[in-house]
């Protein structure tokens, strides 16, 4: 009877086991937390009011911006981690290495926004060193080219912004246009004159707050 109890238990044990490794692989990996946001319209510099001809001139200072939470930095806070990028004319910092305490770096990949869905294995992250960047700058060297004609500044198709965060999280953002509204191309010569004065970024962008390459 006491062996005939303890093989019941120990038939007993191995089913609860089996039961329990069952229930065990079936645990569904965790849900990708991605937000992507649509930025229209950032002022590329910090604006000190308005010149004569009715257009902002700068204050020579960045306008700093939180990849995490959507929105503006104050400038006081620019030697906190508050802030992933600072913008000043086409200039475009991360917050890390010369420019900033925290975690921050970025590469530009050459492909579509939409096709990027997790920044490959070899991919280098690179720091602000100034005078170089991260973020290259540069007619036809980093995101955008400058027509000598025109004077027009124009996102180059194809380049995305990959972003480590301050806190050394993960984002992938394309700059649609440069220009308050976006441009659309040919613009008269007065026209052109006018939009060289003002400095607005506009981006799509999609930030992954789980710390995963993956978007």
Same mark, same amino acid.
């Given at each position: 009877?006491?062996?005939?109890? #303890? ?16 229930? =065990?692989?079936?645990?569904?990996? %965790? ?18 009011? #308005?010149? =004569?001809?009715?257009?902002?001139? =700068?204050?020579?200072?960045?306008? !700093? ?14 030697? @906190? ?11 475009? #910092?991360?917050?890390? +290495?010369?420019? $900033? ?5 970025? !590469?530009?990949?050459? +492909? ?12 280098? !992250?690179?720091?602000?060193?100034? %005078?170089?960047?991260?973020?290259? @700058?540069?007619?036809?060297? $980093? ?10 500044? @124009? ?33 008269s010569a007065s026209d052109a004159e006018k939009l060289t004065k003002?400095?607005?970024?506009? !981006? ?6 789980? $710390?995963?390459?993956?978007?």
């Amino acid at each position: 009877m006491i062996k005939q109890l #303890l093989k019941m238990s120990f038939v007993v044990f191995a089913i609860l086991q089996i039961t329990a490794c069952s229930k =065990s692989e079936t645990i569904t990996a %965790p849900v990708l937390t991605v937000s992507t946001n649509i930025v229209k319209d950032l002022i590329a510099d910090t604006v000190l009011g #308005l010149a =004569s001809n009715g257009m902002p001139y =700068s204050a020579g200072k960045y306008t !700093f911006f939180s990849l995490e939470n959507n929105a503006v930095v104050a400038n006081t806070d620019s030697a @906190t981690a508050k802030w992933d990028l600072a913008f000043i004319s086409t200039r475009i #910092l991360t917050n890390g +290495g010369t420019s $900033g305490p925290a975690l921050g770096g970025a !590469f530009i990949y050459t +492909g579509l926004f939409d096709d990027l869905k997790t920044i490959p294995a070899d991919s280098i !992250f690179k720091t602000d060193n100034a %005078p170089t960047y991260a973020i290259t @700058t540069g007619s036809g060297k $980093g995101w955008y080219t400058y027509d000598q004609l025109t004077s027009l500044i @124009t996102p180059l198709a194809g380049r995305v912004l990959v972003i480590r965060t301050a806190s050394g999280k993960y984002a992938k953002l394309e700059i649609t246009s440069y220009y308050k509204g976006g441009v659309t191309l040919p613009v008269s010569a007065s026209d052109a004159e006018k939009l060289t004065k003002q400095r607005y970024y506009s !981006f799509r962008y999609s930030y992954q707050s789980n $710390g995963s390459k993956v978007f």
